[in-house]
């Protein structure tokens, strides 16, 4: 079973040990016979855990490489001979890039620079078979966008209004492989998502914080009044969405990924507390653990993304109802409460 063309043979993924990464892989693993490359540096919040099984795989290798360190990222480049590069290294957490910015400008900004250099020197040695064919996916978020107002849609056109370290070093990072694509005529596509849920997301994360400190009795924080509004997406709808944009995106353009399931904090922490409820009886209500604190600075009131140019022209839409993957969520970290341990 293959998802692409047969002139592909292998695809580099980095940041592949993260969240978002590791289902990435997994799926490509299950559904393809590809070479798969997970070129990752390796920090707090990586997970190799979840390819132990294909750890003496000739389909599945692993590159401890930082893209902060060119030569390395020009050797892992060479070593993995990439038909295909979805990028999705990157320093994420807000508030670590409020504590360290140099962190997130290292990783966000340098990396990705880095990448591009060495690719588009890749590229330019293909065959014009390969080149034809070949493309890099740079995985950015919709908070390079700012806070939009009620009613509003944040779409391709909008422009960015970055506001905290994160979204500017994603910003600056989106605006890198542009030139690279208008100025060498690169082979690249953008896409811009929401919030991200699911198995496998670090414990860091609002949904598998909830989860975590109510079973742990300890109290759930929420920032400012809760009323902080996120469009929220299951992960494997967003792999699908990398995956068609992958094969049918235009290159040079951007593509906003969305669900259009828009919740407060609050609503996320009543709900998640209503599936704990459900299914950990002895310590309900697990709402009472909820406590407002200090908001963060910089924090944007909403996000919410119009997708609908993705739906018309890829024909993506999400296959997961909002409330059955939250409550599968649930259930896998109540399955799997040893990886909620893992940053304690």
């Not at 920090?43 to 855990?49: F, T, V």
């Not at 360290?100 to 340098?110: C, E, G, R, T, V």
């Not at 082979?187 to 079973?215: D, M, R």
């Not at 309900?284 to 022209?313: Q, S, T």
Request: proline share 3%; net charge negative.
């Amino acid at each position: 079973m293959n998802l692409f063309p047969e002139n592909i043979n292998s695809i580099l993924i980095t940041g592949g040990s993260g969240f978002i990464g590791t289902n990435l892989i997994s799926r490509l693993l299950r559904e393809t016979t590809l070479k798969i490359y997970n070129l990752d540096k390796i920090n707090y919040a990586s997970n190799l855990k979840v390819f132990d099984e294909h750890i003496d795989s000739n389909k599945y290798h692993f590159l401890n490489v930082d893209l902060f360190n060119i030569e390395d990222t020009k050797n892992a480049i060479r070593f993995s001979n990439p038909d295909l590069v979805f990028h999705l290294a990157a320093e994420s957490h807000v508030d670590k890039s409020i504590s360290k910015p140099k962190d997130f400008l290292d990783s966000n900004i340098i990396g990705t620079f880095n990448l591009l250099q060495e690719l588009r020197t890749h590229w330019e040695l293909m065959s014009i078979n390969r080149q034809n064919s070949f493309r890099l996916i740079h995985v950015s978020t919709d908070e390079v966008f700012g806070s939009i107002k009620e009613g509003f849609f944040f779409s391709e056109t909008t422009s960015y209004d970055p506001r905290s370290p994160y979204s500017a070093t994603k910003a600056a990072s989106d605006h890198l492989v542009k030139a690279w694509s208008n100025t060498y005529g690169f082979p690249a596509i953008i896409t811009n998502s929401c919030n991200n849920f699911g198995p496998w997301q670090y414990p860091e994360k609002l949904i598998p914080v909830i989860i975590n400190n109510a079973l742990n009795s300890k109290s759930i924080p929420l920032y400012g009044n809760g009323q902080n509004v996120r469009d929220w997406i299951f992960v494997e709808d967003h792999v699908d969405a990398l995956i068609q944009v992958m094969l049918k995106g235009r290159l040079g353009d951007s593509y906003c990924i969305g669900s259009r399931q828009l919740k407060t904090n609050e609503e996320i922490v009543n709900i998640v507390c209503d599936y704990l409820d459900l299914y950990k009886k002895s310590n309900a209500p697990h709402i009472r653990f909820k406590k407002f604190v200090k908001d963060r600075a910089g924090h944007d009131l909403r996000y919410a993304i119009d997708n609908n140019k993705i739906i018309n022209e890829l024909k993506w839409s999400p296959k997961y109802d909002f409330y059955e993957a939250i409550d599968f969520t649930v259930r896998w970290y109540l399955d799997n409460q040893n990886f909620l341990s893992i940053s304690d």
